[in-house]
């Protein structure tokens, strides 16, 4: 393989990526809507949940900042990963898919290269997301938003895998529907996104250890400690060693010559 094949690969695929996501405003407008929805109305009850005072620099700084916010920033990245995952089913149905995996280059570095210019693509709103909550008085430190570039990064990659993991094993694009919303939803809310392990564990311990082990728990800390120039070791290392492992299964799933592809004769 070739460095500038390799690089207009990479290039052609990010191109799409690009001009699929700004055709589709409707996605990019529910992208930024969801996460502000949560943080103007849910964020407001977390007061008598976490059972904090109510003087406001320290229920701003408690909620919005070091809970609420890093969580809600996972979790577009999660719902964009999803989303592309399906971008990736309806490829597959249209044929297109099959066409990116007979080129001649490894099959690793192309969907790797997809998975890339997918979290490239989310990303942008990410910060956009970050820069609104300034708004409401979220205000980390400056460098903050430079040091949590590579949790984002990480955190898109490994959910953006997953996805792509997900996403070899349907069959078709109406039942992936069906399967992101039960995948999302309990991967979201049995996570430290909205609540702290501690808050988790007096509400239950089956609830925290489910948590705990969730990966995007993982994702959430990295995430949060790196907004606040802090490093979450185990954190990292959850997240590259799932990113790994789903990556790898991906690879497994796409296989024309295994798996579903194999079943289906390779067609989409």
């Not at 406001?56 to 919005?64: C, D, R």
């Not at 192309?110 to 979220?138: K, N």
């Not at 460098?143 to 993991?165: D, E, K, W």
């Not at 392990?197 to 509400?203: N, P, T, V």
């Amino acid at each position: 393989m070739k460095v500038h094949h390799a690089l207009r690969a990479l290039d052609g695929i990010l191109r799409r990526e690009m001009l699929r996501s700004l055709r589709q405003r409707a996605r990019l407008f529910s992208a930024m809507v969801r996460p502000l929805v949560w943080l103007a109305i849910f964020a407001a009850g977390f007061r008598s949940v976490l059972g904090l005072s109510i003087t406001p620099p320290y229920q701003t700084y408690v909620l919005y900042e070091v809970y609420v916010v890093p969580g809600l920033a996972a979790m577009m990245l999660l719902f964009h990963a999803m989303a592309s995952s399906l971008a990736m089913v309806y490829d597959r149905e249209m044929g297109s898919m099959r066409l990116l995996l007979t080129a001649p280059l490894p099959r690793w570095y192309l969907l790797a290269a997809r998975l890339l210019a997918s979290v490239i693509v989310g990303l942008p709103l990410v910060y956009l997301f970050l820069f609104v909550a300034r708004f409401w008085d979220v205000r980390p430190p400056i460098l903050g938003y430079v040091a949590v570039f590579p949790a984002l990064v990480l955190s898109g990659l490994m959910l953006g895998a997953f996805g792509l993991l997900v996403s070899s094993m349907s069959t078709q694009m109406e039942n992936f529907a069906g399967v992101m919303n039960f995948v999302i939803f309990p991967m979201f809310f049995t996570s430290t996104a909205l609540y702290p392990i501690w808050r988790l564990a007096e509400a239950g311990p089956v609830l925290a250890t489910i948590a705990a082990w969730n990966p995007f728990s993982s994702a959430v800390e990295l995430i949060r400690f790196a907004l606040y120039l802090r490093f979450d070791t185990v954190s990292m290392l959850v997240v590259v060693a799932c990113l790994v492992a789903f990556f790898l299964a991906s690879l497994a799933g796409y296989d024309p010559g295994r798996g579903l592809w194999a079943r289906r004769g390779g067609e989409g």
